[in-house]
């Protein structure tokens, strides 16, 4: 795990690469490479890396080069199956001089040029200075495990990334804020495409590269989940054999290190299963780390401990504070370098601190949900739809029109609960499940924000993106278009939450879930595999039923809880009111002040706007940071 990035000039702009800016854009992002730092500086091209020794400590310091020095290489992340194209390589007459899968990635790209990237196994952002054609070649993994930003500016210079802040350090931008960006934003806890909250700062989707030359970007699609033709008829039990075999497979895999490594324990069902695979692998206890808080409602450690005893591990636990989480805001959302979307990436980034004191590689079970239908609001969505295409289809829409008009008028408890049915929404999957789970759904939109602010948006539409991908995906089944959906938006949000929280401390992160073998054979599994009545992530309990214990298997989801809500409406209300409701924030014009006040009010009075309120104070630290250049206490 490392962190990259680079300048490349063209020729319209005549500029060289001025070696002390690519410095500080590599040092900017020191955190994800503490152990060593280099340097490629030739004419108008300049790379950066930090490093995190991991494998090959001796012999993997980057940039590196291929034999004749022609090709360059700087990467971030772990292939892990390098070593079985090393005798082929070495057959062609490829010399190496290492054990790094930095250099198998190298000599693939010599071989294959582009095409490498079908070869590769892994987690991975590189970018390849090849001098003999004088193109920048640049690639992210299939799921966006690791990050890549970018900026092409007008004369066709790029510079790029592993953090936004890098290429905010080499002046390659002046901070704005991208208004564009806003009701996807406020909708869908990040943006979901290549837009970031700042102005012309993109990032590269995953599944796919980039090409530079000489100031022409050319990018694109190299992979996609496939979920048709299914697999072909068979038994459960061969599906949760190949299933078994398979995601054992990619823990193995993900051993591969040469310092030590652990694990991240919630209790839950992901996390369990891995400690339970990894535990049959290795020869000495498991490390495992757990996060929790004070309040019994908000932590999980009686399950974690479960496991940790099951499995004989060697197990760490850390009790985080209101005060320490508040303290450390500002802080993440500096790393984030955009607004924290999920209220949980603070507890990671603390059980990340715990475990760097032991390892330096974690193991974690994200991804999973989003493979093997883990939320509940899939079985919710299914149910809506269902029934919901029954009514319009039997409902005149004249009654259906009273009917949602009665709704409205009802008591705001009732209202509460039937405004989310297809008795007030149509029965589509953009109303009952994009806008239905939403942090602002749509309606909320129209009042949040200011007139000045909605009239500079394209759209205020948050879901053209989510629409765009339903119409491209090849699923049949809506259960399979809820789940792709989901991997193109709310997964690779959570895969950026754990890249960078666990960056922050220093520690590499890994995800079984989401090897991409894994992913394509679980997305071509008959839908009852995944879900089953309501049943969640049927397949991994089936495989886990007689290894784990029985707690952990008939145990609710709690999804990394923490009680930000309580402390909202309480002993840290001061922070909504400071970041929230005070003149400073307001008199910025961005959001509509009744409608915000309304908000606050009515969570202060029991009604639930964790969500919301969380994305309102994150934006608002985030402003303070990148733009008024504050350094912040939020205690």
């Known amino acids: 795990m490392c962190g990259i990035n680079g300048i490349i000039f063209s020729s319209r702009s005549g500029r060289q690469a001025d070696p002390q800016t690519v410095i500080r854009m590599r040092d900017m992002i020191h955190h994800r490479g503490p152990d060593e730092a280099g340097i490629f500086v030739e004419k108008n091209v300049g790379l950066g890396h930090r490093r995190l020794s991991i494998v090959d400590l001796k012999n993997g310091q980057q940039p590196m080069f291929n034999e004749d020095g022609s090709c360059v290489i700087i990467y971030n992340g772990e292939i892990y199956n390098h070593g079985d194209y090393r005798p082929e390589l070495e057959a062609k007459g490829y010399k190496y001089e290492s054990h790094c899968d930095t250099e198998t990635i190298l000599h693939l790209y010599e071989e294959y040029g582009a095409n490498c990237v079908h070869k590769l196994r892994g987690m991975f952002a590189f970018a390849i200075w090849d001098k003999s054609k004088r193109e920048l070649f640049i690639a992210r993994d299939r799921l966006g495990i690791k990050p890549l930003y970018y900026l092409l500016d007008d004369e066709g210079n790029l510079f790029f990334g592993s953090e936004i802040k890098a290429l905010l350090e080499a002046k390659a931008v002046k901070p704005e804020i991208n208004y564009q960006a806003f009701p996807d934003q406020f909708a869908n806890h990040g943006t979901s495409y290549d837009e970031t909250l700042f102005k012309n700062v993109k990032r590269l989707m995953p599944g796919?590269?980039?090409?530079?030359?000489?100031?022409?970007?050319?990018?694109?699609?190299?992979?996609?989940?496939?979920?048709?033709?299914?697999?072909?008829?068979?038994?459960?039990?061969?599906?949760?054999?190949?299933?078994s075999d398979l995601f054992e497979q990619s823990v193995k895999l993900r051993l591969m290190a040469d310092v030590p490594l652990g694990m991240f324990l919630s209790g839950g069902i992901d996390s369990s299963a891995i400690c339970a695979v990894m535990a049959k692998m290795v020869e000495e206890p498991i490390k495992t780390f757990s996060v929790g808080f004070k309040e019994r409602e908000a932590n999980e450690f009686e399950y974690a401990r479960?496991?940790?005893?099951?499995?004989?591990?060697?197990?760490?636990?850390?009790?985080?504070?209101?005060?320490?989480?508040?303290?450390?805001?500002?802080?993440?959302?500096?790393?984030?370098?955009?607004?924290?979307?999920?209220?949980a990436s603070v507890p990671l980034y603390f059980v990340s601190k715990l475990s760097q004191e032991h390892v330096k590689v974690v193991l974690t079970g994200e991804g999973s949900d989003e493979i093997l239908a883990g939320y509940g609001r899939y079985s919710k969505a299914l149910q809506l739809l269902n029934y919901g295409g029954k009514y319009e289809s039997l409902t005149p829409s004249f009654v259906r029109s009273a009917v949602r008009s009665g709704v409205s008028n009802l008591p705001d408890l009732l209202n509460g609960k039937l405004s989310r049915t297809f008795l007030s929404r149509d029965a589509d999957i953009e109303n009952l499940f994009f806008d239905n789970f939403s942090v602002f759904s749509k309606a909320m939109q129209a009042r949040l924000f200011s007139p000045d602010t909605k009239a500079r948006f394209a759209s205020e539409n948050p879901y053209l993106r989510q629409n765009q991908w339903l119409a491209e995906t090849d699923a049949v089944n809506i259960l399979d278009k809820l789940l792709y959906a989901d991997s193109k938006t709310y997964l690779h949000e959570l895969l950026m939450k754990q890249d960078q929280m666990s960056m922050a401390a220093s520690v590499e992160s890994r995800v079984p879930f989401l090897d991409h073998k894994l992913v394509e054979f679980t997305a071509k599994m008959p839908t009852r595999m995944k879900l089953r009545g309501s049943q969640t992530k049927w397949i991994l309990r089936e495989a886990m039923k007689t290894i784990l214990p029985a707690e952990i298997l008939t145990r609710s989801k709690m999804g990394f809880p923490v009680p930000v809500g309580k402390w909202f409406r309480n002993e840290f209300r001061h922070i909504v009111d400071e970041y929230v409701l005070s003149e400073r924030t307001l008199r910025r014009g961005i959001f509509n002040e009744s409608f915000v006040r309304e908000i606050v009010n009515k969570h202060n009075a029991g009604e639930s706007h964790d969500e919301r309120l969380w994305s309102l104070v994150n934006f608002e630290i985030w402003q303070r940071r990148f733009f008024d250049g504050e350094d912040l206490v939020t205690t």
């Not at 940790?308 to 760490?316: E, R, V």
């Not at 209101?322 to 924290?340: R, S, T």
């Open 208 to 243: 796919h590269f980039l090409i530079w030359k000489d100031g022409s970007l050319k990018i694109e699609k190299y992979w996609d989940i496939s979920f048709e033709p299914k697999h072909g008829e068979r038994s459960d039990a061969d599906f949760i054999e190949e299933w």
């Open 306 to 343: 479960i496991v940790a005893k099951a499995f004989k591990t060697d197990h760490h636990e850390i009790v985080v504070t209101p005060e320490q989480f508040f303290a450390e805001l500002p802080n993440l959302v500096w790393h984030e370098d955009e607004p924290l979307g999920f209220i």
